[in-house]
């Protein structure tokens, strides 16, 4: 599996199959952002959408009620990463998600510490740090976050991390440095011209 992975956001079906036309042939996994207007101010991927065959999808849930969505959209895609501040209840979920034989994935927010998920970890398969204020294209990207890579990989160093925000050639090769396994590339590749060059770009930052 490639290592980058392009993130969409769309705010109907048209932006989105503009987004999979574009981004065809440049990579099998699309990360899906999807948001609520809730658990962040803008709306993403809010609507009945239809997904082209093309691609594999990981849908990263900025939304106040995660599980709702998994109820109705969760077989559309192949696993989901929901943000640990909208979980009620963390061993319920995580017990529930591998009843359906899907991997266990949490997002934490820049301010939200890796202490709010720390005695489940050995029982986690992917952690999404988010190096922005999540729910826009283009926020401030935010360094300090990648402390948290260290933290959670002495607890369990299985756990695969994946870096979200601001990610463009600079800011990778301090991701991988920090001991990310994958990034997600929004605007800098998914709104590009040529997002195939683009995504090489970002291949490269994985490169010692």
Known sequence: MKRVFPSVMAKNQRELDGMLDNLAGVAQYLHLDVADGKFVPSKSLWFPFRLSSKFKYIAHLMVKEPEKWIKKYGEKVESYIVQVEAVKNIADYISKT?????SVAFALN??????????????????????????FYGGKYLKTPLKKISEIKKENPKVKIIVDGGMNPSTVKGAVRAGADYIVSGSFITKAENPKERMKEMERGFER
């Open 98 to 102: 591998k009843k359906k034989k899907k």
């Open 110 to 135: 820049p301010e939200t510490k890796v202490s709010s998920i720390k005695k489940y970890l050995k029982d986690i398969d992917h952690v999404l740090i988010l190096t922005v204020n999540p729910g």
